[in-house]
T-cell receptor, first 113, second 116 residues
Framework: GQQVMQIPQYQHVQEGEDFTTYCNSS?????IQWYKQRPGGHPVFLIQ?????EVKKQKRLTFQFGEAKKNSSLHITATQTTDVGTYFC?????????????FGPGTSLSVIP | DTGVSQDPRHKITKRGQNVTFRCDPI?????LYWYRQTLGQGPEFLTY????????KSRLLSDRFSAERPKGSFSTLEIQRTEQGDSAMYLC??????????????FGPGTRLTVL
């Protein structure tokens, strides 16, 4: 079955440093979504990518979808303590017989002030 | 509050007991998802509904688990004969579907199940 992998599992950065997490799928994706989960909270939607090679920005966050639609990345510029949390990619694969949403294991970000 | 709500927020039960959780999605959302999340892991897909129809069910879901959405609004997830391995956070999410481009999923606060 489909597998979604994320690296790194953990990342500790000094406030102001950049951060990147990578998401890889074993199959071609229809779209990919990114979520953030604060400690003790529930996942909150950040963005959705649909097109091959798509790049979207939200303030200090940059999201990319690979040309082959099998990988994606999230880059945070100049991290702040408010960026602390776990970042999940969620891969959606649609076939004629099923429609699944698979979350990656997440990258946990710690920001040292 | 117009977000996704879940009840109860916490449930402690003894092994072998049955438990039932409820999820109330955002009112105009026709898709409803159930996930299970354990510490340090991402949400694990269990099942989803479009309106009242259960369209997909994870093979990881044993026959002790059953979910319903009888009127296409709220949903219940029942676990029969609970086991200690069932201890987890059970998350519900809703979204607008169908279509190739799925809108974002809105998550509820979750029900934390502890099986003693």
């Amino acid at each position: 079955g489909q597998q979604v992998m994320q690296i790194p599992q953990y990342q500790h950065v000094q406030e102001g440093e950049d951060f990147t997490t990578y998401c890889n799928s074993s199959t071609t994706l229809s779209n990919i979504q990114w979520y953030k989960q604060r400690p003790g909270g529930h996942p909150v939607f950040l963005i959705q990518l649909v097109k091959s090679g798509e790049v979207k920005k939200q303030k200090r966050l940059t999201f990319q979808f690979g040309e082959a639609k099998k990988n994606s990345s999230l880059h945070i510029t100049a991290t702040q303590t408010t960026d602390v949390g776990t970042y999940f990619c969620a891969a959606r694969e649609i076939k004629t017989s099923y429609d699944k949403v698979i979350f990656g294991p997440g990258t946990s970000l710690s920001v040292i002030p | 509050d117009t977000g996704v709500s879940q009840d109860p927020r916490h449930k402690i039960t003894k092994r072998g007991q049955n438990v039932t959780f409820r999820c109330d999605p955002i009112s105009e959302h026709n898709r409803l998802y159930w996930y299970r999340q354990t510490l340090g892991q991402g949400p694990e897909f269990l099942t989803y509904f479009q309106n009242e129809a259960q369209l997909e069910k994870s093979r990881l879901l044993s026959d002790r688990f059953s979910a319903e959405r009888p009127k296409g609004s709220f949903s219940t997830l029942e676990i029969q004969r609970t086991e200690q391995g069932d201890s987890a956070m059970y998350l519900c999410a809703s979204s607008i579907g169908p279509g190739l481009i799925d809108n974002e999923q809105f998550f509820g606060p979750g029900t934390r199940l502890t099986v003693l």
